[in-house]
């Protein structure tokens, strides 16, 4: 044992290796097990696009950061406590997040001449004189992996691949972590290659001991249980509780759920969860393109399915033109986008909030459509639910927006009880006879909506199309007067929406110096910078927007409550332009486009400086 | 009181809407046929749904009884892919043209055939845009002097059959506007036939190509210059029934009967061959050289992908009857905060 156990409040840690390291699967162990232990945890995923970029390269450095913590935390973190390198690249790239104190714990092994080569650095970068600031364990990973699992016999190759597991254990006897859940998972994912499971489970007891018996550092760490609400918790990433949220809309409508995709970064992992579940109704479509998959969604759609699909920028862009049709076709569906870096490809496997207006305004015509943006990972869920009741209730597509952050992060879920939620009902029209009035397929009730009806039912056969309706008949027209009201009435609709969703919330007072306008993955950064504001005794106050389109009824009078608003956001002032031009307000904005979310600190800085 | 089920006339399937194609329009004798062949086939109407893309031909959902969906130009097979995989109970017909289905929507027409969705594809054929008012289409001719080629178009034609026979497609056909009888009976053959049906019509825009199909209709030439496809039988044709079509080696020729030729010397059609190669030589023969054939060019039964994609959720429900939502949120690591 080391000589104290330190008990602290939160700690935040990232391993950095080669892209083939394993760096993600110790991160997400490290993450999971915490849960399990009560924390509160939030991960950041940052890999490369390429899928094996040259080894030992800058370029081809994975990482993964997560923050575990005995009270609510809303983010990975900002500066490491922690940070395990397995390679020269790795130390470079990640170092700077290293706070100052901070413990650096390195695969020696790997920091030889040819690794150096690789990540084009001139000499030994730990015998640069600034390492002296943070407290450097060195260890032979590789040597010391080979020899815990030698008595299995395996190659060196494939004893090396099992040194992530040595680095995982070797924090866990630093942060007083048990082993036993990774065991289980060991045995669970390998049980049916022993010798794998085997080298795995002797390379993490390996890490574990060797920090017990060198007591390679002067204390360890314990990091209490997190007071959370109480309630039974699983630790769910964001396209997980996007794909969960789906399922449980449609079951809560009494639907089957459809879904139109195809595989795009990064939200491929949908379409992945969702094709497991088809004892539930669902029917995946991995389509020929982005525009099919849309289609194909409308098709179901029609066919009086919960309807989804899901794509990220680059493909959002491609289902422009259906996503217009939907709209004037006024059936329910769903269109997700997890936004990535861009413009174009951009940054595929990094995050930005770049595709606000995109999906605001990316469409020819007239073409408003609901826009709601999940803040977390667990959020999604209950965004899901949401987006689908109010699809169904206004008859129109609606977009989620997620983005890279939120997808592949992970955050503790408090389980909610199927039969507790509220049930979606949605009402088809019935059959008709000859002796009933003819079927108006565009005649609309009390919130505008248009009736749904199905196939299949008798006497409601009617044709829709893209063409402009006639008001309550349908028919195509091409009346001029007839084109301008149903413009307006088709918004007047999206506008309405504003009735049916709750009124904004404010963290903090409902006036004052500044207020933090925020939306989508940048909730957390921003809960934590307000915080810390409004415990130094500063007039800073946070509200954080779920619907986009329409604004909720009480942003206006809001907005002039506060000497200043700022917007921070991942893209160069999108939201900030829609609040400007809807409000007349003179928003500030902070603007971040880097493929990676905001740190707390840095938001500090900013609001601090508003205030003056 | 009588309890016999109404029985739906031709007329019973057109809708209230006034028919907006041009006077003389190919496109009037389509509509006809198709209304004869599903009244005949006697499906519900109510359980039939046409969807179509953007052109001339794609107006035609507005001017059927049944539901319908007038979607985006080229991506009619997606919409019916989805349509179909939500709600196998439907009979779905995708009504298209040479622009929709070739040019801007030729990737859905490929995948929407290669997964053998169960529907039934028309394609009209006219050679020509139509709506946007006569540029050249992916089936002109090489040549053809149009408004955007004012010098003649350089880009080679694509026979649509032949498209659909790469796709693998388990029922492929071509019928003629004008040959009514032959229209009516192969819609309702597509119509019958379980998987992709792709029925290719020879249909003529009077306005921007008239008489592009003309060597194929005209009462003095179409004999010569058309063969009908039946199963079994050899491929004769001309006004006197004197020709026929004879395989030479790989390549077929047109050979005359008589002076040594006897009908069993020529190529005897099998709709039903597993392998698409005759289908595929049969869908290149092309005028002035060859005549061009019509009928079923190929009918073979293959797995549907809306059938396997609800059989594969029934198994997954049978699998587990007692599946519920709460099972699943918590299935994997748990714990509890008290």
């Known amino acids: ?64 950061q997560v923050q575990f913590a005995s009270e609510d935390i809303f983010t990975p973190g900002d500066q490491l406590d922690t940070l395990v390198v397995m390679n020269p690249a790795a130390l470079v790239t990640n170092i700077s997040d290293l706070r100052s104190g901070g413990l650096l714990i390195v695969n020696e092994d790997s920091f030889v001449d040819k690794e150096f080569r690789l990540a084009k650095v001139e000499s030994n970068p730990l015998d640069n004189p600034d390492m002296d600031q943070y407290r450097v364990i060195k260890i032979k990973m590789t040597l010391l992996t080979r020899t815990a699992v030698e008595e299995l016999g395996l190659s060196n190759k494939f004893a090396d691949r099992c040194k992530n597991f040595f680095a995982m254990g070797f924090v866990y006897w630093l942060y007083n972590r048990e082993l036993q859940p990774t065991l289980d998972f060991i045995n669970t994912k390998f049980g049916s290659k022993p010798e794998i499971a085997g080298a795995n489970e002797k390379a993490l007891k390996a890490g574990y001991n060797y920090g017990e018996t060198t007591e390679a550092a002067v204390s ?35 639907k089957d759920l459809f879904l139109g995709s195809y595989p795009i970064t990064p939200a491929s992992d949908i379409l992945h969860e969702l094709s497991k579940h088809k004892k539930f109704g669902v029917r995946t479509f991995q389509a020929e393109d982005e525009i099919a998959a849309v289609c194909a969604t409308i098709g179901a759609a029609f066919g009086g399915h919960m309807a989804i699909t899901t794509s990220s920028g680059p493909g959002i862009a491609l289902k422009g033109e259906a996503m217009g049709l939907g709209m004037i076709l006024e059936l329910p569906m769903l269109i997700i986008n997890i936004q990535r870096g861009g413009p174009s490809t951009g940054l595929p496997t990094k995050t930005e909030q770049s595709d606000l207006l995109q999906c605001m305004y990316g469409r020819n015509g007239e073409s408003p459509l609901p826009v709601i943006a999940s803040r977390s990972p667990a959020d999604c869920f209950e965004t899901a639910i949401d987006a689908w009741r109010v699809a169904t209730k206004f008859m129109c597509p609606v977009i989620i927006l997620s983005d890279g952050y939120i997808a592949n992060g992970a955050e503790p879920w408090r389980i909610p009880d199927y039969d507790a939620l509220e049930k979606i009902v949605i009402q088809h029209p019935g059959e008709r006879s000859e002796d009933d009035p003819p079927f108006l397929p565009y005649k609309r009730d009390d919130n505008l909506s248009r009736p749904w009806a199905l196939p299949g039912t008798k006497g409601l056969e009617h044709r829709i199309g893209g063409l402009e309706k006639e008001h309550e008949t349908g028919n195509v027209s091409y009346d001029p007067d007839n084109h301008e009201f149903m413009c307006k009435l088709r918004q007047e609709k999206i506008d309405k929406i504003a009735d049916f969703i709750p009124e904004l919330e404010v963290d903090g007072e409902q006036s004052g110096d500044l207020l933090v306008l925020s939306w989508g993955g940048t909730y957390g950064a921003c809960t934590t910078a307000v915080t810390q504001c409004q415990a130094e005794g500063l007039s800073v106050s946070h509200a954080h927007l779920r619907f986009i389109n329409p604004f909720p009824r009480n942003l206006e009078a809001l907005l002039g409550n506060f000497k200043k608003v700022v917007i921070p956001e991942l893209n160069l002032g999108q939201l900030q332009k829609i609040i400007k031009s809807t409000y007349g307000v003179d928003a500030e904005g902070i603007h971040k486009v880097k493929g990676r979310p905001f740190s707390v600190s840095e938001l500090l800085a900013q609001f601090k400086e508003l205030i003056g | 009181m009588s309890t016999e089920l109404p029985v739906l006339k031709p007329a019973d399937f057109g809708s209230d809407q006034d028919v907006r194609w041009c006077p003389g329009c190919g496109d009037y004798s389509i509509l006809a046929q198709m209304k004869k062949a599903l009244a005949a086939q006697g499906f519900p109407r109510e359980k039939t749904a046409f969807i179509s893309g953007i052109g001339c031909s794609s107006r035609f959902p507005y001017y059927m009884a049944t539901y319908g969906m007038h979607s985006i130009h080229g991506r009619a097979p997606a919409f019916a892919t989805g349509l179909k995989s939500a709600r196998p109970d439907l009979q779905v017909w995708v009504i298209t043209g040479d622009g929709d289905a070739l040019s801007i929507g030729g990737n859905h027409l490929m995948h929407a055939i290669r997964r053998n969705v169960n529907v039934n594809i028309v394609l009209f054929n006219n050679r020509i845009y139509g709506l946007t008012k006569g540029q050249y289409s992916p089936t002109s001719e090489i040549g053809k002097v149009t408004k955007s080629t004012p010098m003649g178009s350089v880009d080679n034609p694509l026979t649509p059959l032949s498209v659909a026979v790469g796709c693998g497609a388990t029922f492929i056909a071509r019928t003629i506007d004008t040959n009514v009888k032959h229209l009516a009976a192969t819609l309702q053959k597509a119509a019958e036939h379980n998987g992709t049906s792709f029925v290719e019509v020879y249909q003529n825009c009077n306005i921007f190509n008239d008489g592009a199909w003309k060597y194929a209709t005209d009462r003095a030439t179409k004999q010569d210059n058309v063969v009908e496809l039946e199963h079994g039988k ?17 390549n077929p020729e047109v050979v005359e009967l008589g002076n040594g030729i006897a009908e069993d010397d020529l190529l005897f059609h099998d709709a039903e061959a597993p392998e698409p190669t005759m289908a595929y030589l049969l869908s290149r023969m092309h005028q002035p050289d060859f005549p061009e054939a019509i009928g079923v060019f190929r009918q073979i039964d293959a797995p549907i992908y809306d059938d396997q994609l609800n059989a594969q959720v029934a198994a997954a429900q049978e699998a587990a009857p007692n599946a519920v939502l709460n099972d699943l949120f918590n299935s994997g690591n748990t714990w509890e905060v008290e």
Do not use: H
């Not at chain 1, 330190?6 to 080669?18: K, M, P």
């Not at chain 1, 110790?26 to 999971?32: E, K, S, V, Y």
């Not at chain 1, 990433?237 to 809560?252: D, E, F, S, V, Y």
């Open chain 1, 1 to 64: 044992m080391a000589s104290t156990v330190e008990n602290i409040s939160r700690a935040t840690i990232r391993f950095a290796g080669d892209s083939g390291d394993g760096m993600q699967l110790t991160g997400t162990q490290l993450t999971n097990t915490s849960a399990l232990a009560g924390n509160d945890v939030a991960t950041f995923p940052d890999f490369p696009a390429e899928i094996r970029a040259p080894r030992g390269t800058r370029a081809g450095v994975s990482g993964f």
């Open chain 1, 220 to 254: 360890t760490y314990q990091v209490e249980k997190a007071k959370l609400k109480s309630g039974t918790y699983k630790n769910v990433m964001g396209n997980q509780a996007l794909a969960w949220g789906c399922i449980t809309a449609a079951k809560l409508s009494d």
């Open chain 2, 234 to 250: 050899p491929l004769i044709f001309g006004a006197e029934s004197d020709k026929g079509i004879r395989l030479n080696g790989l």
